[in-house]
């Protein structure tokens, strides 16, 4: 009877087979809301996935964890796909997530990160294409619902900062299906009124709430439009795809009015620094051309001008003095140079160099014949030489000594073999030539 039994370990082992080969359970896909979730260090999950009526445990390590594009907390709502198995420990069935989305906005997430690394490889995020937003903004523009409080918070705002500033408000739809072409056709209508500044936004919401900001032709419509454009959408968290297309992002709506317009109490402060700088600066001016002027009255030069000229005058007495000296000086060694030229050697017997030429022409015709009779020399006997080893192998001189040439045909015959019956053979001795056949 014992042998009917199992252990448990055997019966987990089997339900773990049964599971681990069974298609059905290799890839299961499930939604459900996420409680108990636990991070560990080493970087896996531990959750629970539930709905209404039952629950399953999982598992996310760490390999397939680090892949999320979200923060996974207790209450989300997801989507996940794995494989089903039995954790032999507790002999509790599990499953292993292999892949894990937000239910719900999962999708849409999915196409923002799309759309977004297309738009920023396509260069509409780049720093180069960002303008400046001008620091006293005279007229801006504002695209947002009329109603709302986006709108109020915006223009409370600016009105408390920057009274002077004149504001347009172009309604327009911040959510639903037609809302993305609606923001496009007020962002062309702004083109007319020759704004500063745009503010383009909405309050807070949900990321299918605020979708319209994360279309395509939306953020091409930014990236066309010549004027500078502040984004506002939603909270400081939300992050759309205008944002980043966008010449400058605002955490809110609210904010976006703050970096619109300067304040009005700084500027003004700011205004009265720059007057005490200036009538400081203006007085330090004043009072240093003024010194200067004191001195200039009190200076020798004022007080005794003659005294600069008798000066000058000395100077240029001590000076005319220096140049008579050179130019006598000059005058002198040239005319001391003259006397030696007339007195020179070379002048009184021009005819000594003459000689001294002569010998040395002589000098060197007779060394010029002698090497050209050498060198001669040396060529003839070469040439010579060159003649004698010629006449040695000279074929004539062989048929001088009683040798003769044989030929077939123009070509020498040097071995027997090499003629046969019936061949014309031309024989070449030193004092002519005969034609014969061999028979």
């Known amino acids: 009877m014992e042998d009917n039994y199992i252990t448990v370990t055997q019966l987990s082992r089997y339900l773990k087979y049964k599971m681990?080969?069974?298609?059905?359970?290799?890839?299961?896909?499930?939604?459900?809301?996420?409680?108990?979730?636990?991070?560990?260090?080493?970087?896996?999950?531990?959750?629970?996935?539930?709905?209404?009526?039952?629950r399953i445990n999982a598992v996310m390590f760490q390999g397939n964890a680090s892949k999320l594009k979200f923060e996974p907390v207790d209450g989300s709502k997801v989507?996940?796909?794995?494989?089903?198995?039995?954790?032999?420990?507790?002999?509790?069935?599990?499953?292993?997530?292999?892949?894990?989305?937000?239910?719900?906005?999962?999708?849409?997430?999915?196409?923002?990160?799309?759309?977004?690394?297309?738009?920023?490889?396509?260069?509409?995020?780049?720093?180069?294409?960002?303008?400046?937003?001008?620091?006293?903004?005279?007229?801006?523009?504002?695209?947002?619902?009329?109603?709302?409080?986006?709108?109020?918070?915006?223009?409370?705002?600016?009105?408390?900062?920057w009274p002077i500033a004149e504001t347009l408000l172009f309604p327009?739809?911040?959510?639903?299906?037609?809302?993305a072409e609606d923001i496009v056709r007020n962002l062309k209508r702004t083109e007319d009124f020759d704004l500063d500044v745009i503010i383009l936004g909405r309050g807070g919401g949900s990321i299918e709430d605020m979708w319209?900001?994360?279309?395509?032709?939306?953020?091409?419509?930014?990236?066309?439009?010549?004027?500078?454009?502040?984004?506002?959408?939603?909270?400081?968290?939300?992050?759309?795809?205008?944002?980043?297309?966008?010449?400058?992002?605002a955490p809110t709506p609210t904010g976006a009015a703050e970096m619109a317009v300067p304040n009005m109490t700084d500027f003004y402060n700011y205004l009265k620094q720059i007057y005490i700088r200036l009538n400081?600066?203006?007085?330090?001016?004043?009072?240093?051309?003024?010194?200067?002027?004191?001195?200039?009255?009190?200076?020798?030069?004022?007080?005794?001008?003659?005294?600069i000229y008798e000066i000058k005058e000395q100077n240029f007495d001590n000076l005319l003095d220096r140049l008579k000296l050179n130019i006598l000086n000059i005058l002198n060694n040239n005319k001391e140079k003259l006397n030696n030229l007339k007195t020179s050697y070379i002048l009184n017997n021009p005819k000594l160099i003459y000689k001294d030429k002569e010998i040395e022409?002589?000098?060197?015709?007779?060394?010029?014949?002698?090497?050209?009779?050498?060198?001669?020399?040396?060529?003839?006997?070469?040439?010579?030489?060159?003649?004698?080893?010629?006449?040695?192998?000279?074929?004539?001189?062989?048929?001088?000594?009683?040798?003769?040439?044989?030929?077939?045909?123009n070509a020498v015959i040097s071995d027997k073999k090499d003629i046969k019956k019936g061949d014309h053979l031309e024989i070449e001795f030193r004092d002519g030539k005969i034609n014969t056949q061999v028979l």
């Open 20 to 54: 681990d080969n069974d298609p059905n359970l290799m890839r299961v896909c499930l939604k459900g809301e996420i409680s108990n979730f636990k991070a560990h260090s080493r970087g896996h999950l531990y959750f629970t996935i539930k709905d209404e009526n039952s």
């Open 79 to 161: 989507l996940v796909i794995g494989k089903i198995s039995v954790y032999e420990a507790t002999g509790g069935y599990q499953i292993y997530v292999s892949e894990m989305i937000e239910d719900g906005i999962g999708n849409l997430y999915i196409e923002f990160e799309k759309l977004k690394k297309k738009l920023e490889a396509e260069g509409l995020f780049s720093v180069e294409h960002k303008k400046r937003i001008p620091k006293m903004p005279k007229k801006i523009g504002i695209i947002t619902a009329p109603t709302g409080a986006a709108i109020k918070d915006i223009l409370s705002t600016i009105k408390r900062r």
């Open 172 to 179: 327009s739809l911040v959510q639903g299906k037609e809302a």
């Open 212 to 249: 319209c900001f994360n279309e395509e032709i939306v953020a091409r419509a930014i990236y066309a439009c010549k004027t500078p454009i502040i984004s506002a959408v939603g909270h400081e968290i939300d992050y759309t795809i205008s944002d980043f297309v966008s010449d400058l992002r």
């Open 280 to 307: 400081k600066s203006t007085n330090t001016i004043i009072k240093t051309k003024k010194d200067y002027l004191n001195s200039l009255k009190e200076s020798y030069v004022l007080k005794n001008p003659m005294n």
């Open 361 to 409: 022409y002589l000098h060197l015709k007779d060394k010029l014949l002698f090497n050209t009779r050498k060198v001669l020399d040396y060529n003839i006997n070469r040439y010579t030489l060159l003649i004698n080893k010629l006449d040695i192998i000279n074929p004539l001189a062989t048929l001088k000594r009683g040798y003769s040439i044989t030929r077939i045909n």
